[in-house]
């Protein structure tokens, strides 16, 4: 839950729905490069996005 609120504040509170793909890169390098985070977390980020689209899906 943690990282699906981290992905909304960083796109300024836009909902989920109204993002896709072309949001994630951006909200993931900054992870990187803004807050020096590993690949690995990266990657639990990442997972954490998937679930959310898959769940917005179902």
Not at 29 to 50: E, F, I, K, M
């Amino acid at each position: 839950m943690g990282w699906i609120k981290r992905y909304i504040w960083f796109h300024n509170n836009r909902q989920p729905k109204e993002m896709g793909a072309s949001e994630v890169e951006p909200f993931l390098s900054s992870l990187a490069t803004q807050h020096g985070v590993s690949a690995s977390t990266q990657n639990q980020g990442l997972c954490a996005l998937v679930f959310l689209c898959k769940a917005a899906v179902v």
